[in-house]
């Protein structure tokens, strides 16, 4: 198993989307890779279904990673979870590679024992949230979960039902005015690397939030990151030549 050091000894490293430098981005098979190395989280992205489902996957569709012409929020679980992915080399000749539920994501960081960051990609209505939630509630698993999402309103409606649960506002914007906000919500960041200083990182610790970025794939990036004092760090792969040790 490679190793993540920084010299902090405190900055944590995400897997993208699953391991998703080595295998189909979010699948069981990403999730398991990741597990199965020394990454902190493991972090997903889930739209609704149109029967009420939870389904993982990034784009909303199927159409890049598995050939069909489907959107998420439209087609019933029972159809998506036939559709086979393509590998990471084009193929279709890996019948393990499906859309994943949300029950399976869970189930597997909490066998691996990794912590969830879970992007909330559609914009749910408060008793979808209050089901998705209730499902990782089945799992026992609520305090390993960190609900990340660009929607501000998906955030504040964890915030009603879980005052006090981990969550990440996706963003490239970190003004002063930002920084406030998120303070007075009881909500961290979760930003893009690029949009990122050692002064600003100062000013968002300041405030009291907890910074994670994206999408890092570099040693001498993380290196830097970690330097300034980042608290999570989220990457397609950060291991092999480019561990940090």
Known sequence: M???KFDNKTTRVVAH??????ERENTAS???????????????????TSDGHFVVNHDGRANRVGGMNVTMEATPWELLREI?????????????????????YISICKKYEK??????????????????IELIKGYDYLDGVTFISFNYDNLLKIRAILPEQSCQFLTGEN?????????????????HHASLTEERVKAMHAA???????????????????????DQIT?????????IE
């Open 17 to 22: 989307r699953g391991l998703s430098g080595l």
């Open 115 to 132: 912590h969830c960051i879970l992007e909330l990609k559609s914009a749910f209505t408060e008793e979808e949230t209050a089901a998705f």
């Open 175 to 191: 003004s002063d005015e930002m920084i406030a906000r998120l303070a007075a919500d009881k909500l961290d960041i979760d930003i």
């Open 30 to 48: 990403a999730f398991v890779a990741a597990g199965n190395r020394n990454y902190y989280g493991i972090e997903t992205d889930i739209y609704r």
């Open 208 to 230: 009291g939030l907890t910074i994670n970025c994206w999408t890092v794939d570099t040693a001498d990036r993380a290196e830097e990151l970690a330097a300034w004092g980042v």
């Open 2 to 4: 490679n190793t993540i």
């Open 84 to 104: 086979v992915l393509f590998d990471t080399d084009g193929t279709k000749d890996r019948y393990d590679l499906r859309l994943p539920s949300l029950e399976n």
């Open 235 to 243: 990457s397609n792969i950060l291991e092999g030549k480019n561990t």
